[in-house]
């Protein structure tokens, strides 16, 4: 397995804002090098992310699902109306206690996910903003199954 962790050139993803003018440029070229040095399966290739991270992580999964197979979304904000492309698998997990980001935030995106006729599994926990290390673990099988 090969991680690629690179973090928003501002305080969070610009994609949150509605630009993608800064961090997708630097994501692309971030993902040429991954693929340029390691052996990448194109065929079992996700994207994930954590909060503002979660929602870039989706939109990035919406607009490249014939590059992305699987986003792991973890406590995201809301959903980036994009043109999708593809159709990747999502797994989408979220606190029933967030005060940051109230669950319903994943309800609902998940909802407007399966309307588009995507494969989605939504894992709520008793719990806040985070991501608890069991529900880590699930994700992370479920993406490898």
Known sequence: ???LVPKSLDATWDAIHGRFDLDLPFL???????FRRCAVDRAHLAVTGFSDGATM???LGVAN???FTHVLAFSP??????????AAHYFLSHGAADDI????HSRTIVRDLRRAHLDVHLRE????HTVP???????????VR
Do not use: C, K, S, T
Request: a negative charge.
């Open 77 to 86: 904000g809301f959903l980036i109306p994009l043109r999708r492309v593809g």
């Open 1 to 3: 397995m090969a991680l």
């Open 28 to 34: 692309g070229a971030a993902l040429a090098a991954a």
């Open 57 to 59: 992580a989706i939109a």
């Open 125 to 128: 926990f008793d719990g806040g």
């Open 65 to 67: 699902g014939d590059l």
């Open 101 to 104: 980001l109230p669950i319903d």
């Open 133 to 143: 290390p069991n529900v880590a673990q699930e994700a992370f099988q479920w993406f």
